[in-house]
């Protein structure tokens, strides 16, 4: 059985870029098998994003091995990562450049410590895709979340506080920020403990989506 074929027969988890990059890369020396995140065992995923950065290599610009090739950089919000396509395989993306929101459709590799995706699929998609992929991920993780003791939602209440006073030096930090440090937690609950703290006047909202701290 060709490799190719036992991976496209792998499920293509719908996921957000910082799911991949909290994962952990499961290597046979030093080939990569699959990235483990959570109980599952991901070699396929499905994403969307937005193209921030592209490089191609030409005839007179080409890797070691004489291919052309093209790095495209992708951001949902929550994270980068880079898709990369090698030979004549180059074609399938001809046409994404930086700007475009897209599907992606591909296999996960890792190589020097990068974990990245071998597209099988990069497909222009209407932006709002985006946000409707977002509360997708976020309305997963809320069903599958487990109940919080209240020790632990106190535990979470202090390390959001305690990370909005660090960031008084930059002027506050913004809410989707603070949601990426929380990774493991349903972001519902991160929503409830910042309101709890406006509403306490802990913290203010000097504008939409940025917080700071008051005291």
Known sequence: MAEEERFKRNVAYKLRINDILIGKPAMDNERFSFLELGDKKII??????NIVDRYEAGIENVNEDGKKYIFLTLDDGSGQIR??????????????????TVIVIGTLRNWNNETYIS????????????????LESEKERIINAKPIAKEQVLAV???ILNIIKQEEDRGGIDIEELNLKFSEISPLLISQEIQKL????????????????LG
């Open 44 to 49: 396929r995923v499905n994403l969307i994003g």
């Open 83 to 100: 898709l990369k396509i090698f030979g004549n395989e180059v074609e399938k993306l001809k046409d994404i450049t930086p700007g475009k």
């Open 119 to 134: 597209p099988e699929i990069v497909k222009e998609a209407d932006p709002r895709y985006l946000l409707l992929r977002k």
């Open 157 to 159: 209440k202090d390390k």
């Open 198 to 213: 406006l509403e306490e006047g802990i913290i203010f909202e000097p504008r939409p989506g940025k917080i700071r701290y």
